[in-house]
């Protein structure tokens, strides 16, 4: 099933959407959000479920054709958002660019911050930042719905409570971070307004492409129009969603709606190096971080600059058919003016 | 005006409350929520104020006597809760404790951290907790909620955006803390879910307690019903509310409904010592860790444990007539039993 909100009000209205992206209807007599729905997802989701089929079998009423920019990303806002870390290279390497190591038990107890929900940005909307001096990167991730979900679960009995995949555009301020992270209270200011895909999709739409609670499929990343970077999601993830839900809920509950994130996807090579850039013949990376640190290894010189008002971002996912799942989010930088 | 949320559902439902906090009337007619009046309130709030008059003057239909074990925390739940931590002598001694210096940019640029807001405490609430060995914690606070904050806001604004003021139980696992914080993300396990006072209140009802932002009055803690602290919430909070807001908003905008704290309230000696216990006639503290801190400084010995089960802290403020103003945060430390 894929699901997904009309921009409207601060909760938006919820749709079902269908497979290939093209129709939706609306939902909102089965619940009005999608907040809603997943707060009740075990008697909603059947519902949603019969509309999907309607609308794919083309017999839903009232459907209409999808125009991605009238979406808002999947849930608004939410009382939830942590996203992990969970592909070391991506972890290896800005570590490096700010000269520090990583120590060995980042390979069995997950990075993760708490981030803030409260106003994410629409799949298209602008990326409203006060300065370029800030480094404005992109992150490139997928992240995962949970309904409700109890204190100490196990990975095993949290990967049913993952409910819908989507992904994510987890904007970073790199110039920020150094300075925060020395105050050793993690991301704030560094970590502003994310956004998600525009569309969010019950596991069973990735096929055999979900495994172990990873989705095994790349990650496209465009710069400016140009390809930025094609890593694969699912070999390199070193901690699936379930562990990730998990570590998230050791010692708290987390309310339906929690949004749990993987982290920047990103490959090394087969010999353990850092990957390459896509002009160079690699899979390329999903935030600019990574490509600078990888221009200084290899030609001791960064030659990618951050974001620059104007520039845009565009972060999609292609099934093995070429069929855009999760439709994309794309936006553009924007100097922030106050009104 | 003094609002509560009776304790129904996710969200609860919205009450105001009289003044000397016997009496509550329903205002589910006017916002069926306290988010819902937040997110609306220029409009709702003289709704709001014309209701609290007729039940301070005995008018008003459908009032009832409080019990405060109907409520839960003023928002049950909410999409942003930072909380700052603005009283450095907290700061100093919690860091000594761990062996590190205090930067000197702590006085200039606030420290705050991201909290999670999708499941709080009610005030009378048992603070589950999978084990003793986590060193389970309470830190007595004051806490803002604002309504929508725009992005890059100075503090002389963002003094018009907070519309109340609550107290807050920041429990704190701090066996979990030196870890978290070596891995660079800031915390996460070891800040569970967060309690609140019962009652929230608009700042005109601290009269002149109400200054530059800070609330002028003493916080009053108590653990296993022995008086533990009553520091001071006024004078030595180096930064103000105002300046936690504009901290909050400087990348970002906020949403309605966003909860800024202060951070642990302690006071440091009249000649910059780091305060004392009570039973040695000083004003203590609103936290174990700082307690322990400084018996280790006076006595070279650590002579306070932590919570353990079975344990209870009560948190309350009077105003200068003895009343209680928010009434009282009283938890009760339980082990957590996966249900």
């Known amino acids: 099933m894929k699901l997904a909100t009309l921009n409207s009000g601060r909760d938006g209205e919820l749709v079902v959407v269908s497979r290939d992206l093209s129709r939706a209807v609306r939902a909102t007599d089965i619940a009005p959000t999608l907040q809603q729905a997943i707060e009740d997802w075990d008697t909603l989701a059947p519902r949603l479920e019969a509309r999907y089929a309607e609308l794919n079998a083309g017999t839903a009423e009232g ?3 999808l ?3 009238a979406l808002h990303s999947p849930l608004p806002r939410t009382y939830q958002w942590a996203d992990g870390s969970a592909y070391l290279n991506h972890v290896q390497l800005v570590r490096q660019a700010r000269g520090a190591e990583m120590p060995e038990t980042f390979w069995t107890d997950p990075l993760m911050y708490q981030g803030g929900g409260d106003r994410f940005l629409a799949p298209t909307e602008h990326i409203e930042a006060i300065s370029e001096e800030h480094g404005i990167d992109f992150e490139g991730e997928i992240a995962v719905i949970t309904d409700d979900v109890p204190m100490a679960v ?3 009995a949290a990967m049913g409570h993952i409910k819908l995949i989507m992904l994510v555009n987890d904007v970073s301020l790199r110039g920020l971070i150094p300075g925060e992270l020395a105050k050793g209270f993690g991301f704030f200011q560094a970590k502003p307004a994310s956004s998600f895909s525009p569309v969010a999709v019950t596991p069973d739409e990735l096929g055999d492409a979900w495994q ?4 095994h499929l790349p990650l496209s990343v465009h710069l400016n129009g140009e390809a ?3 890593p ?3 070999p390199d993830m070193i901690f699936g969603f379930p562990e990730l839900v998990a570590h998230a809920a050791r010692t708290r509950h987390l309310g339906a709606g929690a949004v749990i994130g993987s982290g920047t996807v990103s490959n090394p090579d087969a010999d353990g190096g850092p990957g390459k850039p896509m002009r160079d013949g690699g899979v390329g990376y999903s935030c600019l971080a990574e490509v600078r640190m990888v221009e200084k ?6 030659k990618t600059p951050f974001m620059r008002f104007g520039d845009r971002v565009r972060i999609e996912m292609f099934d093995r058919d070429g069929q855009s799942i999760f439709g994309a989010i794309d936006q553009q930088v924007v100097e922030y003016r106050p009104r």
């Open 212 to 215: 172990k609670g990873r989705v």
């Open 232 to 234: 694969e999601a699912g």
């Open 63 to 65: 459907d209409f054709a």
């Open 228 to 230: 930025f970077g094609v």
């Open 297 to 302: 290894i290899l030609y001791d010189e960064v």
């Open 154 to 156: 196990t990975p095993e």
């Open 67 to 69: 125009e991605m920019a």
